[in-house]
């Protein structure tokens, strides 16, 4: 789906097409665009790649255009032209070269409205076509657009922490540090990230790196005993599965020379007590983080 509100969530207020009187049955007009209303944000960003072709607002009343009032569009590289219209505010310029989630403008209302909203249009050549198909939407009135952020994300060929950030509007500088990323800014395919600080996923990253084999005992064993949370959030830096330790201890001293572990005293006097937390430690001081 392409989301004209980034990630946020927005309602589409009146489809594409043919507007029927909802009394005699007869069609009133005819909708050239769909109209969009933000729900969790009102910055309206490009759905496309392209150039800017007009950023204005037209007041000459012999212009139909000045029913957009302040609108912005852009020409993608299928030669399409978006229009973003009633925008309280324009934040590119004609001949800008956008890319998809650049900011474009403020949603507003401005020009023909009757209230705030988007009216987005999409034309090839004079034609007008659905723009709710283009943005993978239904043309009906309804809720659309909020990104669901997977627990854990697997690299896939082309990937950056920089584009997976960007793409669920996440901060690139926690997510490096949740994954213990610090010291290396590439991805490899394959590689499972977090993209949650909770111990769940934690759980589901090592589980998909085989370094645990049981996901279901640890999601409702975790939350049981002191720090083993924090433990699994700790071993998401992990990415490297290797050799178990022999002994838990021996798995303390990797995990603090590694220094993922902050309290190995801790970890010395209690796992003893915590119901396989030993073959955890052994598990994780056998990995490593590169
Ligand atoms: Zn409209």
Request: hydrophobic letters at 35%; glycine letters at 10%; one cysteine or more.
């Amino acid at each position: 789906m392409k989301n004209p509100y980034r990630f946020g969530a927005f309602r589409l207020t009146s489809p594409y097409g043919e507007r029927v009187d909802p009394v005699n049955g007869s069609v009133k007009d005819f909708h050239a665009g769909i109209d969009l209303v933000g729900i969790d944000t009102k910055e309206v960003v490009s759905v496309s790649n392209g150039t800017v072709l007009r950023s204005r607002m037209v007041t000459d009343k012999n212009d139909p255009t000045w029913q957009w009032g302040n609108y912005v569009s852009v020409l993608d590289p299928h030669g399409n032209t978006i229009f973003y219209c009633h925008l309280e505010k324009r934040l590119v310029e004609q001949a800008d070269r956008v890319h998809v989630g650049d900011p474009i403008g403020i949603q507003g209302a401005t020009g023909y409205v009757t209230g705030p909203h988007l009216h987005l249009e999409m034309r090839n050549g004079i034609e007008t076509f659905d723009p709710a198909d283009y943005l993978s939407i239904e043309n009906r009135v309804g809720v659309y657009g909020k990104i669901e952020v997977p627990d854990v994300y697997t690299v896939k060929q082309g990937d950056s922490l920089w584009s997976i950030a960007d793409k669920y509007g996440l901060d690139l500088k926690e997510l490096i540090v949740i994954n213990g990323r610090e010291r290396n800014n590439t991805t490899v395919t394959g590689w499972n990230l977090i993209l949650k600080k909770t111990p769940a996923a934690a759980i589901e990253k090592l589980w998909r790196d085989t370094i645990i084999s049981d996901r279901g005992y640890w999601l409702s064993n975790y939350s049981k005993y002191k720090n083993v949370g924090n433990l699994l959030l700790a071993g998401a830096k992990l990415h490297v599965k290797g050799e178990r330790c022999k002994t838990p201890e021996e798995g303390i001293s990797a995990l603090t020379r590694m220094g993922l572990l902050n309290d190995p005293d801790f970890w010395l006097a209690h796992y003893p007590e915590y119901d396989n937390v030993g073959n955890l430690l052994r598990a994780l001081g056998g990995c490593r983080t590169e």
